[in-house]
């Protein structure tokens, strides 16, 4: 289901010896699915999850590790929705982000609970989050920048249905 209570995340508390620990639950959360879900296709919007799995497994010297292999190889899961609306649509906008296209009532019209919020906005609040003091404060900041992530999520799901309802021979002879 893609209902808020589905949505499962893997958090680092920013201490490079976490990062470590927090990548191998990552890779074991992705191990289950896979043995779950044999043809599991991992719908991202960009590069950057496909950027962040590779500079992980540099750091940490984790290229060889079968599950890295799998994410990052051939035959991988991984399936980049933007790769799609750049080969297939001309649309108008000024830009080609899963915020803009998502947002648009004229094409997926998906709206985040935070209006605003977005990846520079949850960088920024996570710097938030490492230096807040107050335990109550750093929960709310979390549970903001989760929202966020959440209705990323939801929207690259909105956007992969709006592109699944295109007939299959739209555009050809």
């Known amino acids: 289901p893609y209902d808020s209570n589905a949505f499962d995340f893997v958090w680092s508390d920013g201490a490079r010896e976490m990062d470590y620990q927090t990548l191998l639950v990552f890779l074991e959360k992705v191990d289950h699915y896979r043995r779950q879900y044999p043809d599991i296709i991992l719908a991202h919007f960009a590069n950057f999850e496909v950027a962040q799995i590779k500079s992980y497994a540099v750091r940490y010297g984790m290229e060889l590790d079968e599950r890295v292999c799998w994410l990052l190889g051939e035959n991988?899961?991984?399936?980049?929705?933007?790769?799609?609306?750049?080969?297939?649509?001309?649309?108008?906008?000024?830009?080609?982000?899963?915020?803009?296209?998502?947002?648009?009532?004229?094409?997926?019209?998906?709206?985040?609970?935070?209006?605003?919020?977005?990846?520079?906005?949850?960088?920024?609040?996570?710097?938030?989050?490492?230096?807040?003091?107050?335990?109550?404060?750093?929960?709310?900041?979390?549970?903001?920048?989760?929202?966020?992530?959440?209705?990323d999520v939801k929207a690259t799901h909105a956007l992969e249905a709006w592109l699944r309802a295109f007939p299959r021979n739209c555009g050809s002879e």
């Open 76 to 151: 991988s899961p991984l399936f980049d929705l933007l790769e799609v609306v750049r080969r297939s649509l001309v649309l108008p906008l000024k830009s080609y982000g899963l915020k803009p296209i998502c947002k648009s009532p004229h094409l997926v019209n998906f709206q985040w609970e935070l209006e605003e919020s977005g990846s520079q906005w949850s960088v920024v609040r996570y710097i938030d989050y490492l230096h807040e003091s107050s335990e109550q404060k750093r929960l709310s900041i979390k549970q903001e920048i989760l929202s966020y992530n959440r209705d």
